[in-house]
C-alpha cells in the first residue's frame, strides 16, 4: 500500500472517531506566573522561573510573541552570596531573542509614534545583569517557542563560582498525559510502602523481579518489553531527556487529533503526538515521552511508570523504548491504526543510553536481566501484532543534577553485554 493512501486511510478513519474525543481538554484555572514559579536553592542564590503561556506573554508585552515564535521565560534571582553574579541566556537557548530585535519584529503592527513605547517596553522587561550582593533581580529572556515542558537552564556566573540549575518546567495549557496520573506530585511524597535500596546487589534482586513486559488492560497478553529503568525526577532525570530533545505527549483529545492529522499530511514532525496506553502495576503509562524524526511516522518513544521502589533516595521509573519506523493499519488498536516498530528494541535501548551520555547528568549505567530473550530468528510480538527481539535485559540509567563528564561516569558490574575481544584477552 503506498504511502499516500495509507494516509489517506488514517485521516478517514481517525476522523470517523472524532466524535468520541474529548471535544476539548480539561479547562483548569491557572493562576498567574509568578505564583507558580518553581523555586530553587544552591548556596546563597535561590533562583525562580516561570514559562509563559501565549496569553500571558500577549498580555505582558502587548504583542502576540507566540505568533513569532517566541516564548517568554520569567527568572528571577536572590544573591545572599559576597559577589556579583551574571545570568548566562545562551543556557537558556542558544537561539534566544534581544529585547531589541524582539520588539523590532512588531514594530510594523503598531502606529509610528507607538513604536519607541514598544522599544522600551521590551527592553524594560528584560533580565538585567548584573545581580548584586543582597540584591533580587527578575525579567525575562525570549526564548523559540516550546509545547508541552521547557528545560529552563540557568547558568549564573561570579568571580572563580558558578550556579547552575536544570528545571524541568510545563508549559500553561498544555494538556500533557502525565497530568491524568499527578505522577510528578506521587513522586515528590512517597507513600509508606516505598522500599529505598541502599545497596546494588538488593536493588539489581528487586529490577530483575519486576514484569517482563507491559500489557493490555486486564493484563491477560504482554506486549512490549520493559527494557528501561530511570532513576531520577524533575530535578535531574526529566532535565536530561528534555536537554536531548525528548518531549511530552499530549493527551488523546480532538485537538490532538487533529494535528496528527495535519501532521500525517504534511509529512511534518509533531513533537508531542499522543501515544498508546500500555499497562503495568494495573494502569496505563505514568508519563510518555518521544524524540522526534524526520516526521509523524518515525520518531523514539519511551514509556515509564513510577514504581514503588527508590535507589539512594530518588524515584525509580520502569518503562519500555523503542523506535517507531511507519505507521499501518491493524484491527488491535482502537483508531485501527498504529506505529510500526523497528523489531530491534535493543538498538532503541543502546541508542538512548547513548544519547543520555551526552545529558550532562548520567551518573551511573547498567544492565539487568528482564524478559527472557526473543532471538531474531524466533521474535515475539507485541499488542499490535508487531515482531521484536531482544537480548532480554534491560538497562539502568541513573541521573543527578550535578554535571558529569563522560569519564565519570560510572558502571554497575552486573551483565556484561557481549564484546568481540581477540582470544586470550579477558573482557
Known sequence: MSRIVM?????ILVGCLLAACTASPSIVSVPGYQNRAVTRTEGGLQVSTAVLSPEESTA???VPLAGRKIQPVWIEVDNHEDR????LSPGLDPNFFPASEAAEAFTSTVP???QSELDRRFRALAFHNPVHPGEKVSGFVLTNLNEGAKLVQIDLVAKERARTFSIFVAVPGFEADYKRSQVFQRAANPGASIANYTDDESFRTALEALPCCATNEDGSKNGDPLNLVIVGGLDDAFPALVRRGWSVTEQKWSGAIRHMISAALSGEPYVNAPVSDLYLF??????ALQKARGDIHQRNHMRLWLSNMRYHDKPVWVGQVSRDIGIRLTWHSSTFTTHKIDPDVDEARTALTEDMVYSQNLVKIGLVTGAAAAPRNAP???????PYYTDGNRE?????RTPTSLMAIEVFPWVTPYLDVAPGVKP
Open 112 to 114: 509610528p509614534d507607538q
Open 282 to 287: 494495573g494502569q496505563a503509562q505514568d508519563v
Open 84 to 87: 556579583n553574579y551574571f545570568l
Open 7 to 11: 494516509q489517506m486511510l488514517v485521516v
Open 60 to 62: 505582558v508585552y502587548g
Open 396 to 400: 539502568v540509567l541513573v541521573f543527578d
Open 380 to 386: 515475539r510480538e507485541n499488542l499490535t501484532t508487531d
